[in-house]
């Protein structure tokens, strides 16, 4: 008699076994592929620097990112959600640190961190919240609480393929905060890529239509 196992349950052993796996093979570098370290030195020191690039703060109080997304964060990216990765979530996460720091440095309160709320199917199907991870990781660099107070109001499409106009349309309306959550005063809202930034300001209108007084973003990359 044959076993056939439904992709479902594939994905969901994959995804319970995904630790053990991270522990038993050796880590390889999330940008050259080199083994050694989930981010080997020489990445580190090409890829991520010591001061964060100020971005358009569109809809919010200041936004920076490490870099632009072509290259070696693009790369490192890449790996962490598609390549099934999620420890590369703590190195970048705990490389956002001066990020935060100049972000919120004029904030009025301490800043809570919270990521951009991913859409459900992506992280079913990868096992894991990017960024949540990225978030959780720099709280623990920076001492700064992290609260995942955003949720999607409907499942979208993957933005990257969309036309500017049709993101527009695509993130009208499309976060709100979580029912029950108890609201900061300030926030850092936590994401991998930034494009147009519109996504980081659908999540800065949801967060001030529910309170928040002051909202500023940080993210990984940029793209150009
Ligand atoms: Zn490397």
């Known amino acids: 008699m044959m076993w056939t196992i439904s992709p479902n349950v594939q994905r969901l052993v994959l995804s319970a076994l995904a630790p053990v796996i991270e522990l038993l093979a050796p880590p390889r570098c999330g940008i050259c592929d080199c083994e050694g370290a989930l981010l080997c030195q020489a990445c580190r020191a090409l890829w991520i620097p010591t001061r964060p690039e100020p971005v358009p703060a569109t809809g919010l109080r200041a936004a920076a990112a490490l870099g632009p997304y072509e290259g070696g964060l693009g790369t490192a990216i890449r790996t962490l959600k598609y390549g099934g990765v999620p420890g590369l979530a703590r190195e970048l996460g705990a490389a956002l640190r001066p ?13 809570t961190l919270v990521p951009i709320p991913t859409d459900q199917s992506r ?35 993957p933005l990257h393929t969309a036309h500017r106009d049709e993101r527009a349309a ?8 979580a029912e029950a959550a108890t609201l900061p005063a300030a926030v850092v809202l936590i994401d991998d890529v930034r494009t147009s930034g519109a996504t980081m300001r659908e999540a800065a209108r949801a967060l001030h239509a529910s309170g928040v007084q002051w909202v500023a973003g940080v993210s990984v990359a940029y793209e150009r």
Do not use: K, S
């Open 123 to 157: 992280v079913h199907e990868r096992g894991f919240d990017h960024a949540l991870l990225i978030a959780e990781a720099a709280g623990l660099a920076c001492g700064a609480p992290v609260a995942q107070l955003l949720v999607r109001t409907r499942p979208t499409p």
């Open 99 to 111: 990020a935060i720091a100049h972000v919120a440095r004029n904030a009025p309160f301490q800043a």
């Open 170 to 177: 695509i993130l009208d309306g499309v976060m709100a905060t």
